[in-house]
């Protein structure tokens, strides 16, 4: 089944400790990002990957970090994590975006609480 | 600025009544508009993909419009069910690329029986 994971779904955990979000795609995908939801604004880009080794700053990509050393896995970073970092995180894949109309996938989401 | 302003913010409709969700955005160049619905707690899901050239997607009860002359698109909800309940996003991306999209905020829908 075509799917993007995401590992934990659920974290809770406090100020300054570091954690990993892991981010997984079995479509062979070249694009990747991640987004953070909070009510009242909507999903917001926090950083994307072109491909493997190739990644950019999104719209909030302050505190954190990305990597993407294989094409299916895209973790994203909190070094160190603070209180407004607390939030519903997506990973989300898809095909080249140089194509327009390509179909975008997301992931189950995490949910993040730091305390 | 690039922007992407839906309303109504929240709806609440008798389940099989039809419903009109609607999508004004500022973001240019345009390259393609979507519309996703998002159960709660879940990752978004994608309804429909518009082009430029397109100005109606349909993809079974959900019919999408897009006018990109005054920059408008509605989400039109035919015969709604219970499970039609959930966030509708419209998202817009600019330019050429995937890189510079833009959410709107979602309108919440609630189908009562």
């Known amino acids: 089944e075509a799917q993007v994971t995401q590992n934990p779904r659920y974290l809770i955990t406090v100020t300054g400790k570091k954690l990993t979000v892991t981010c997984s795609q079995n479509?062979?995908?070249?694009?990747m990002s991640w987004y953070r939801q909070d009510p009242g604004l909507g999903l917001r880009q926090i950083y994307y990957?072109?491909?493997?080794?190739?990644?950019d700053k999104g719209d909030v990509p302050e505190g954190y970090k990305v990597s993407r050393k294989e094409k299916r896995n895209f973790p994203l970073i909190l070094e160190s994590p603070s209180p407004n970092q607390t939030s519903l995180y997506f990973c989300a894949s898809s095909l080249s975006p140089g194509l327009v109309s390509y179909e975008q996938y997301f992931g189950p989401g995490t949910r993040l609480t730091v305390t | 600025k690039n922007q992407v302003e839906q309303s109504p913010q929240s709806l609440i409709i008798l389940e099989g009544k039809n419903c009109t969700l609607q999508c004004n955005y500022t973001v240019s160049p345009f390259s393609n508009l979507r519309w996703y619905k998002q159960d709660t707690g879940r990752g978004p899901v994608s309804l429909t993909i518009m082009t430029f050239s397109e100005n109606t997607k349909s993809n079974g009860r959900y019919t999408a419009t897009l006018d990109a002359d005054t920059k408008q698109s509605s989400l039109h909800i035919t015969a709604s069910q219970l499970s039609d309940s959930a966030s509708y996003i419209c998202v817009v991306s600019a330019g050429g690329g995937y890189q510079k999209v833009t959410f709107g905020i979602g309108t919440k829908l609630q189908v009562i029986p």
């Open positions: 990957s072109m491909n493997v080794e190739v990644t």
């Open positions: 479509m062979n995908h070249e694009y």
